[in-house]
């Protein structure tokens, strides 16, 4: 399964966007970019996906770069409910639907 | 959305004994996984719960000791055998709804604690 790095930690002030990066140098032409969360004491929660275009939801948006082996998750506006272990996550599904979770990245949102 | 409820949420177990968590679903779904959340850590895949036949297990973990059933296409079970506290860690249940569909749900966890 292709991998992502991601940064441990991040810190953001309240109220202003927070990017996410994620490299996957290693991704294929069938990998799905997905963005799970986890708040803390809860299983994880999904936050947005995509193949090749940017997307938008209520919750982010998400750009990809053009050749793919990088991503950034965006948070236009950090609130303190949004602090969290946030999961870049590969998915073929060509080869099954499992979900391999990386090591994420902590994001602390300051008051 | 499916919505997951796992049962026991949360348990303290002897060293030797062995663990049944439930994963009650309220909606059929296509796939079941089940997975390890060691404290401080991210989530391992142990298993992807088959429907009417043997679970598929990742590398590194076996069925003997983390036995899966999975009768119908919206109940599973994971057994934690012969405990050792190496094993306490979250164990969480995750749900696919359908092929056609790419967001999966995840339940709270049951948290385990082995002495």
């Known amino acids: 399964d292709a991998k992502t790095t991601q940064p441990n930690s991040m810190e953001s002030n309240e109220e202003e966007p927070v990017h996410l990066p994620c490299n996957h140098s290693?991704?294929?032409?069938?990998?799905?970019i997905h963005w799970y969360r986890q708040l803390p004491s809860q299983g994880p929660e999904y936050v947005i996906h995509g193949l090749t275009s940017n997307v938008n939801n209520r919750m982010a948006s998400l750009a990809i770069a053009e050749d793919r082996k990088s991503s950034t998750l965006i948070l236009h506006r950090a609130t303190l409910r949004d602090a969290a272990v946030y999961y870049c996550?590969?998915?073929?599904?060509?080869?099954?639907?499992?979900?391999?979770f990386g090591t994420g990245t902590s994001l602390t949102v300051i008051p | 959305s499916a919505v997951i409820s796992q049962k026991p949420s949360r348990d303290i177990c002897q060293r030797g004994t062995s663990l049944t968590i439930q994963c009650q679903v309220d909606?059929?779904?296509?796939?079941m996984f089940w997975y390890r959340q060691q404290p401080g850590q991210s989530l391992t895949l142990i298993a992807t719960a088959n429907q009417g036949s043997e679970a598929t297990y990742e590398s590194g973990f076996v069925i003997d000791k983390f036995p899966i059933s999975r009768p119908n296409l919206t109940f599973s079970t994971l057994t934690v055998s012969n405990m050792s506290p190496e094993d306490s860690s979250i164990y969480l249940c995750?749900?696919?709804?359908?092929?056609?569909?790419?967001?999966?749900?995840f339940g709270q966890g049951t948290r385990l604690t082995v002495v």
């Open positions: 996550i590969l998915r073929d599904l060509n080869t099954g639907n499992q979900f391999y």
């Open positions: 290693t991704i294929s032409g069938t990998d799905y």
């Open positions: 995750s749900v696919v709804e359908d092929l056609l569909k790419t967001e999966a749900f």
């Open positions: 909606s059929q779904v296509t796939m």
